[in-house]
């Protein structure tokens, strides 16, 4: 233990909800904890609060949730009760370490940077494995040999932690620690894994959490029901790193698209597409049903993924982009810029370069009308029109109607009714 003199963490105890986390516990010992210190010492915003409590945790949350005010919610826990306060403003965790020791509870936690804790009455700092020491090395070190055996989620975390923390490396053991857990992620909640990948391919650089996937094994592996497994990555991260140019090139195009556009959607689409499939794994539909079941795609996810996957032609000629457009609708954003991320210089760039203000240019012009064409013409009125029951002939003359709308061929009643006419007589 060292008392604080001068830290960064003076303002942190000053906070209100620190301060009314003080005043519940009384004379409980009480420790901030985690990530609030972490980013606190790193100059982040203050995101939430990590506490832990000696005793009485119940008893201290309820008396929180009063003085916050905040919504109380039990978070349970195999070894630890746990309890969320929901405030306006931030989240404040708060763990019930009953009757263990500080250093035990310390322990268990993933990454030195986390594994240490702050006293607020008396500014006594508690850091028994260097986490400060990695902060100012900016190194993510594994807190125990068994920090990702006992959860093996942490896996994933690691290269979300790489992403969020600026600057921030992997000890090469934590690497080799995580590698050889990563056939146990399949134990874990397939909601839990799917958020932790959702968080990682959001951010803009997301190919540096790629690229941390492929060295430890996660990828492909997960995805092919093989986790840890040495498969091939293909072009992945050439590719995941490419789609931030072609965001770029987006933005300066069309900004309002741009915006639109989902690159963690596009990321899935790549990872996806660079998978090495052999006939054991069966067609990339196969597989991307399969990781859907598994929990690893929501069922929104996935059809966004499938329409992206779909669109593997680079638009050419009028039609061709006004097909694109009907077939992506508000997907197109995402879609083209998927589909440029597989080149990243020569002349298939040169060509999605050309493509990509024309795509744009007609989606600002005809977007919504080319997303779902108006209907021109019902059912009943190609009854009434050619003389014909009710039947699939009638369905198939609207097809073609809305097939010539997406073209441009048609844009009024009456071409709509010039081509049932012509149709009919196909």
């Known amino acids: 233990m060292a008392a604080m003199d001068s830290t960064p963490f003076r303002d942190l105890l000053l906070h209100p909800a620190v301060q009314a986390l003080v005043a519940a516990a009384g004379k409980v010992e009480t420790h901030l904890v985690g990530g609030v210190l972490r980013d606190n010492a790193l100059g982040l915003p203050l995101k939430d609060i990590d506490a832990v409590v000696a005793s009485r945790g119940k008893e201290i949350a309820e008396r929180l949730a009063e003085t916050l005010p905040a919504r109380l919610v039990l978070l349970g826990g195999k ?142 592996g997960l995805w092919l029901d093989q986790p840890g497994a040495p498969l091939p990555a293909g072009c992945v991260l050439a590719e995941v790193e490419a789609l931030r ?14 915006a639109a556009a989902d690159g963690r959607i596009a990321r899935h689409a790549i990872l996806l597409r660079n998978l090495p499939l052999s006939p054991t794994h069966g067609t990339l539909r196969d597989v991307l049903a399969r990781v859907r079941d598994a929990g690893y795609l929501t069922r929104q996810t996935t059809e966004d993924v499938a329409l992206v996957l779909a669109l593997d032609d680079l638009p050419v000629d009028e ?26 210089a020569g002349e298939g760039l040169t060509r999605w370069q050309a493509v990509l203000p024309r ?58 009714e010039a081509v049932v006419r012509y149709r009919s007589t196909g």
């Open 79 to 220: 070894e630890f009760a746990a309890y969320r306060l929901v405030a306006q403003d931030l989240d404040v965790d708060l763990w019930d370490r009953a009757g263990t020791t500080l250093h035990e509870d310390l322990a268990r936690r993933d990454f030195t940077v986390n594994s240490f804790a702050l006293e607020p009455h008396t500014g006594t700092l508690t850091d028994p494995f260097d986490g400060l020491g990695d902060l100012a090395r900016r190194l993510l070190r594994a807190t125990t040999a068994e920090s990702f055996s006992g959860d093996p989620l942490r896996v994933l975390r690691l290269p979300r932690l790489l992403l969020r923390l600026p600057g921030f490396s992997a000890d090469p053991a934590t690497v080799e620690l995580a590698r050889q857990s990563v056939p146990h992620l399949t134990r874990v909640a397939a909601e839990r894994v799917r958020d932790e990948l959702t968080f990682l391919l959001e951010p803009e650089d997301a190919g540096r959490g790629v690229a941390l996937l492929v060295a430890l094994g996660v990828y492909p």
């Open 245 to 258: 140019g072609r965001l770029h090139d987006l933005q300066q195009v069309d900004a309002e698209a741009a």
């Open 319 to 344: 039609v061709d982009l006004r097909r694109f457009l009907h077939r992506a609708k508000h997907q197109w954003s995402t879609a083209i810029c998927a589909l440029g991320a597989r080149w990243t």
């Open 359 to 416: 795509l744009a240019d007609l989606a600002r012009r005809e977007g919504e009308a080319l997303f779902d064409p108006p209907r021109l013409i019902t059912g009943a009125d190609v009854q009434d029109l050619l003389g014909i029951p009710p039947g699939r002939e009638v369905g198939r003359l609207l097809d073609a109607v809305r097939s010539a709308q997406v073209d441009g061929h048609v844009r009024t009643r009456e071409e709509a």
